[in-house]
């Protein structure tokens, strides 16, 4: 073996997953196409709850917050919005960051706890035994790990060589993207986003004075190859926003068309799939990247608890396949609605306008709709099916309960379970704080932030050797 495991491509969720992974002890080499120095692609800019809480639970989150912009709302249709600004989190709203900012702090993250990395190692071809996979890269390089993960993107490499379908269709056509500066200023100085009749129109400030340009319009579909004009990107924005913000002197411009496709299995033998190798879909409500982030943050221990060789050999196996019981139907609900928002937005015939008018106002006005909707956007309503019987609490995201010394987001950062209201060795333990009504008398907690067990100190004591030995 030439190491534990081999992560391919190092976007960001390779690079958390990597990190994960060498914090808990597993070497890791990073395979990645590009050549040193080149980065990847700036294309997310909204980071959710969720994420920042999981980059809480390593103590990334404040120094991405410090790089960014909060915004409390998340902006629907024809100026109508959905207020994040009730979520019971540390971080309610949505940041407003561009990739490569997001990248920087996991690639230190994956450096500092020893990730290999190398460059210019386009993989092309996989085969896996018994005992570990081999990958080789397009100059005849080969690798060899115990597992490997396929975090190399929409068109992943990883994917093709096991011979995996990835069914799905087109959902947008001719979206266009530029980056530009502006002669006058966003409303805000941030975000500009709204969808119209005309079409919709994204721009966001990357912070140091370029901005980036997202629009559609309902007149203007043309092939990917067909070059952005900047006309035609102008006369975008002001038909949706009113004015095109002195858009100029562009640095990028680019057309593409959006995906909507997962594929069936994260899981084959000693491979796994993760982030957009594994599901993509259109940009609209920015969840790409989230969910490739916390795909990794649920993959991680998992694949480090077997490397290890913590837990017996077949309950090592069903904690594998938990992978893809649990991510999948997320990835699934995420396509829903990113698949729902963009179709809603683009709805030309009169009574689908009139329904997203209804809908836009109603899911901003009634509570629980509105709970509902910022609960799956923001990732802090995502939970996973625990079996019969469990305590209530289990497979539930863990607040950030306050401890007697801190709080938990900050007692994950060992990478390692919390165990909370009773001591065991092998797992971080605490105690409530004092007045703190607990949701129940002890519960553990695990390093991806998901509730394993809870009940009284024994019962959850007796759940412990089925997570972690
Ligand atoms: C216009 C647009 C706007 C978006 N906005 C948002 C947003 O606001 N919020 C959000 O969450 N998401 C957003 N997304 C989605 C987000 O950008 C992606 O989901 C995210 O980049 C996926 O990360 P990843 O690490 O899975 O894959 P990628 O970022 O694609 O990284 C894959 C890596 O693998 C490498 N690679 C590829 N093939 C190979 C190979 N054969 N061998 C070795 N290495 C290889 C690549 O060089 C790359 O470094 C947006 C997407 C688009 C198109």
């Known amino acids: 073996m030439s190491t534990d495991v081999l992560v391919v491509g190092a976007g960001p969720t390779g690079l958390l997953l990597a990190g994960d992974l060498a914090r808990a002890g597993i070497d890791v080499t990073v395979l990645e ?20 809480e999981e980059l809480d639970a390593r103590g990334m989150a404040d120094a991405l917050v410090a790089t960014g912009s909060p915004i409390g709302a998340l902006r629907l249709f024809g100026h109508a919005q959905v207020s994040l600004e009730h979520l019971p989190t540390r971080f309610p709203y949505v940041l407003m960051t ?7 702090l996991l690639q230190a993250y994956a450096e500092k706890n020893g990730v290999q990395f190398e460059h210019d190692a386009a993989v092309t071809a996989l085969t896996q035994d018994a005992d570990g996979v081999t990958a080789r890269c397009a100059d005849g390089r080969e690798f060899r790990a115990r597992y490997l993960v396929g975090t190399d993107g929409v068109h992943s490499a990883v994917r093709e060589a096991l011979g995996l379908p990835f069914p799905g269709e087109s959902v947008v056509a001719s979206i266009m993207l530029a980056d530009v500066r502006l ?13 119209t009749d005309a079409g919709f129109a994204m721009v966001v400030s990357f912070g140091d004075g370029w901005f980036r340009v997202m629009c559609w319009s309902r007149d203007g579909q043309r092939a990917d190859d067909v070059p952005v004009d900047l006309d035609e990107l102008r006369a975008t924005v002001r038909a949706v926003h009113g004015t095109d913000f002195g858009l100029h002197d562009p640095r990028w411009l680019s057309r593409f068309h959006s995906d909507e496709r997962q594929v069936p299995q994260y899981r084959v033998g000693r491979v796994f799939l993760a982030g957009d190798a594994a599901h993509v879909h259109s940009p609209a409500g ?17 694949l480090a608890t077997a490397v290890h060789g913590r837990l017996p050999a077949a309950r090592t196996e069903e904690l594998l396949d938990s992978y893809q019981a649990e991510r999948h139907p997320v990835g699934e609900q995420v396509l829903k609605s990113s698949g729902n928002l963009v179709r809603l937005a683009m709805a030309s015939s009169a009574p689908r306008r009139a329904a997203r008018a209804v809908l836009a106002t109603v899911i901003g006005r009634i509570a629980p709709l509105r709970g509902k909707f910022s609960g799956a956007v923001s990732g802090v309503g995502i939970a996973y099916a625990a079996p019969a019987g469990s305590h209530p609490l289990a497979g539930k995201r863990a607040a950030d309960y306050p401890l007697d010394d801190g709080r938990l987001y900050e007692a994950l950062r ?31 907690v695990r390093p991806d932030g998901y509730i394993a067990a809870a009940g009284t100190p024994a019962e959850v004591l007796a759940a412990l050797p089925a997570w972690t030995a």
Request: overall charge positive.
């Open 414 to 444: 060992t990478g390692a379970f919390v165990l909370i209201g009773a001591t065991a060795p092998g797992v971080t333990c605490a105690a409530w704080a004092p007045g703190f009504e607990a949701p129940a008398p002890a519960v553990l």
């Open 286 to 302: 920015g969840q790409g990247m989230n969910t490739g982030l916390q795909d990794a943050a649920n993959l991680g221990w998992k």
């Open 98 to 104: 561009p990739q490569y900012q997001t990248e920087k």
């Open 33 to 52: 196409r590009r050549a040193p120095g080149i980065s990847n692609l700036t294309r997310a800019f909204g980071v959710h709850a969720r994420t920042l």
């Open 183 to 195: 002669a006058e200023p966003l409303p805000d100085g941030v975000l500009a986003v709204n969808a």
